[in-house]
Nanobody, 124 residues
Framework: QVQLVESGGRSVQAGDSLRLSCAGS????????VAWFRQAPGKEREFVAA???????YYADSVRGRFTISRDNAKNTAYLQMNSLKPEDTADYYC??????????????????WGQGTRVTVSS
């Protein structure tokens, strides 16, 4: 079992930067693939970024070049650095983890463990 707790969400202005954190506990966090998803009001939860335990990174087209996913295994924490925020980035952001990707890293079903979410609001 892995427990995930997100933090760092808040209200910001367009163009601002924000860093979200995802604290993991339980089993060996460093051997898990982690990801960030987001869900805007009235929309489906969507993939944002993923980081494999090998270090490989994936990003949604909408955030590539603005967001960076990273992890500090010594702290059992994953991060999402968000720069140049836009109003359309407003959403609840969720951290997710899985021991193994079976050819899919963008689908919700690819992940076994989820945090409770943290809200990001970007005002224009």
């Amino acid at each position: 079992q892995v427990q995930l707790v997100e933090s760092g969400g808040r209200s910001v202005q367009a163009g601002d930067s924000l860093r979200l954190s995802c604290a993991g506990s339980g089993r060996i966090f460093s051997k898990y693939n982690v990801a960030w998803f987001r869900q805007a009001p009235g929309k489906e939860r969507e993939f944002v970024a993923a980081l494999g335990w090998t270090g490989i990174e994936y990003y949604a087209d909408s955030v590539r070049g603005r967001f960076t996913i990273s992890r500090d295994n010594a702290k059992n924490t994953a991060y999402l650095q968000m720069n140049s925020l836009k109003p359309e980035d407003t959403a609840d952001y969720y951290c997710a983890a899985t021991e193994r990707w079976y050819g899919d890293y963008v689908g919700r079903r690819a992940y076994d463990y989820w945090g409770q979410g943290t809200r990001v609001t970007v005002s224009s």
